[in-house]
C-alpha cells in the first residue's frame, strides 16, 4: 500500500524557516516525480513545488521561487521541503503527492502537515 | 498561468439525484485534466485523469469529459459518502494549476 507521511509542520514568525519532511513507502520512491501542494484555510489547493525521480529537475511556483527548496533522499525514501522567508500567505496544509508514472496528475497523497506564520 | 474556472461553487443535491460540476481552461489544455474529491482531515483523492479515465477503485457512477478548455465530472446517483468539495486541475503546463472547488453539499 502506498504511504506517504508528512512531517514538520507548526507555528513560526514571520521571516523564519522550516523544513518539512514527507516520508514515502509502498512503491519505488526512486522512480516517481514528487510533488508538494498546499491549502491554505478557507482556499483551493495549489502546487508548490515538484523534484523528478532523478533529483535533478526542480520546479517552484512564482510566489516560493528564491524562498524554498524541494529536495529528496532516494536512498532513505524521503522528500523534503526547506521554507525560509516565511509569509503570513504561507500558512497552509502542506501535502506530499505522487505524480502517476502513466501521465501528468497526481495519484497518491498524504494526509498532510499545517504550517502557520504568524507573530 | 493557466487558471481553472470551477462551476458552481456550491452544489445542493439530495442523495440519489445527478450531480454535474463544470470545469473551465483559460487556455486549450487537450485532455491533461484531473479531478479530486477533497474531504475535511483526509488526503485528496484521485478520481479522474486524462479528463475521462477512472482511477483505480473509483466507482462507476463518477465520470469525466471534456477536453481543450470545457471540462464536466458527473456522479450519476449520489451516495452519503460524496458530498465532499471536487477540484479540478490542469496538468498540461507547469505551475499546474486547479480549480477553485465545487462544494456538493446535501439539499
Known amino acids: 500500500e502506498v504511504q506517504l507521511v508528512e512531517s514538520g509542520g507548526g507555528l513560526v514568525q514571520p521571516g523564519g524557516s522550516l523544513r518539512l519532511s514527507c516520508a514515502a513507502s509502498?512503491?519505488?520512491?526512486?522512480?516517481?516525480?514528487m510533488h508538494w501542494v498546499r491549502q491554505a484555510p478557507g482556499k483551493g489547493l495549489e502546487c508548490v513545488s515538484a523534484?523528478?525521480?532523478?533529483?535533478?529537475?526542480?520546479y517552484y511556483t512564482n510566489s516560493v521561487r528564491g524562498r524554498f527548496t524541494i529536495s529528496r533522499d532516494n536512498s532513505r525514501n524521503t522528500l523534503d521541503l526547506q521554507m525560509g522567508s516565511l509569509r503570513p500567505e504561507d500558512t497552509a496544509v502542506y501535502f506530499c503527492?505522487?505524480?502517476?508514472?502513466?501521465?501528468?496528475?497526481?495519484?497518491?497523497w498524504g494526509r498532510g502537515t499545517l504550517v502557520t506564520v504568524s507573530s | 498561468e493557466i487558471v481553472m474556472t470551477q462551476s458552481p461553487a456550491t452544489l445542493s443535491v439530495s442523495p440519489g439525484e445527478r450531480a454535474t460540476l463544470s470545469c473551465r481552461a483559460s487556455?486549450?489544455?487537450?485532455?491533461?485534466l484531473a479531478w479530486y474529491q477533497r474531504k475535511p482531515g483526509q488526503a485528496p483523492r484521485l478520481l479522474i485523469y486524462?479528463?475521462?479515465s477512472r482511477a483505480t477503485g473509483i466507482p462507476a457512477r463518477f465520470s469525466g469529459s471534456g477536453s481543450g478548455t470545457e471540462f464536466t465530472l458527473t456522479i450519476s446517483s449520489l451516495q452519503s459518502e460524496d458530498f465532499a468539495v471536487y477540484y479540478c486541475?490542469?496538468?498540461?503546463?507547469?505551475?499546474?494549476?486547479f480549480g477553485q472547488g465545487t462544494n456538493v453539499e446535501v439539499k
Open positions: 503527492a505522487r505524480k502517476s508514472l502513466l501521465a501528468n496528475f497526481l495519484d497518491s
Open positions: 509502498g512503491f519505488t520512491f526512486s522512480s516517481y516525480t
Open positions: 523534484i523528478g525521480a532523478n533529483e535533478v529537475s526542480t
Open positions: 487556455q486549450s489544455i487537450s485532455t491533461k
Open positions: 486524462g479528463a475521462s
Open positions: 486541475q490542469q496538468c498540461d503546463d507547469w505551475p499546474w494549476t
